[in-house]
């Protein structure tokens, strides 16, 4: 590994931001390069003397900014304008062979101005937060763990195969795991809450994965609906819509939801399963108005098609 790439991450390496794996990678090479091993010592000290002057955020502060940093990036389209801003310097700075206090001053400053703009959110808005809510009330909410003020994110979701035991990694000032049944209320107040809000994309499909085998609960269905309209990754909102397809037939709030999966989302595969969905409900009278609409208008071909089969297919009305 080059002293390179460990110089840029030794300040990620002092404050726990690095993964498990790139950690793991930062302290073999510590111990085998002396020149890092003096970077590293010099950044620590630099932490340590800051920490004398500058106050630490709160865990409940730092935590509500994690997971509002979170969901932005996850909102912010790929290519956009803001994207060009944020990214682009961004790897014209890792480029730039820099001193480790003056890394430090930079990285604490945004850090501090985001926590500081956060703040100011948080109390404009009477300190009405996801992250925070649950605790000043006595207790949990129903789409919240316990625990959430401290919780900064879903790391990962597995199941034992054959089981319904789940293991749920998750992180507060450092990661923590929780298993149990399918039927603990805390490990689906933990995948609700990664379904909803996790900024790993590849755990909220693991999350709504799980919580298809539960959809039965009414806030697990909400949970579901949700992902379908505002998932950013089609592959967790085409898992949502298999959780919610048993459901299109019997709640009129489900059929909806598919319906307007159908018309607006922006994924061809999404838009062609919930046309699939609602298929065996052609007749009803919503159905059949959002069909006609397609076939007459739909840019995509496949779906104007088959809503036209579909439409052909059925009796006329009267």
């Not at 726990?16 to 950690?23: C, Q």
């Not at 926590?115 to 959110?121: D, K, L, P, W």
């Not at 007459?296 to 297919?313: C, K």
């Amino acid at each position: 590994m080059k002293c390179d790439w460990v110089r840029q991450n030794i300040l990620f390496y002092v404050y726990n931001e690095l993964e498990d794996d790139a950690r793991y990678e930062v302290e073999q090479h510590l111990a085998r390069c002396p020149e890092c091993a003096t970077e590293l010592k010099a950044t620590r000290k630099f932490h340590a003397t800051l920490s004398e002057t500058v106050e630490e955020p709160t865990p409940n502060l730092l935590a509500a900014s994690r997971m509002r940093l979170q969901e932005a990036l996850e909102t912010t389209r790929q290519g956009g304008f803001w994207q060009r801003i944020i990214v682009e310097p961004a790897v014209w700075l890792r480029q730039i062979r820099m001193a480790p206090a003056l890394a430090a001053a930079i990285f604490i400053v945004g850090f501090g101005g985001g926590i500081g703009a956060t703040y100011n959110f948080v109390a404009a808005r009477g300190g009405e937060n996801a992250v925070t809510s649950s605790l000043g009330s006595g207790g949990a909410t129903a789409n919240e763990p316990t625990e959430s003020s401290a919780i900064a994110g879903i790391r990962s979701v597995t199941q034992e195969p054959g089981s319904n035991k789940v293991s749920i990694k998750y992180d507060t000032l450092s990661t923590q795991e929780a298993q149990g049944s399918l039927n603990d209320q805390r490990i689906q107040q933990l995948l609700l809450f990664a379904a909803r809000s996790n900024y790993n994309s590849g755990v909220r499909l693991d999350s709504v994965d799980v919580l298809t085998q539960s959809s039965n609960d009414t806030h697990v269905r909400a949970a579901l609906m949700y992902v379908l309209q505002n998932d950013s990754n089609p592959g967790v909102r085409l898992k949502a819509l298999d959780g919610l397809s048993g459901f299109v037939k019997q709640d009129p709030q489900v059929r909806d939801e598919v319906l307007r999966a159908l018309i607006s989302d922006d994924n061809p595969g999404v838009r062609l399963q919930a046309l699939r969905l609602v298929e065996p409900m052609k007749s009803d009278s919503n159905v059949r108005a959002v069909l006609a609409k397609l076939a007459q208008t739909d840019q995509n071909v496949s779906i104007r098609t088959q809503a036209r089969a579909m439409l052909a297919q059925m009796p006329e009305m009267d």
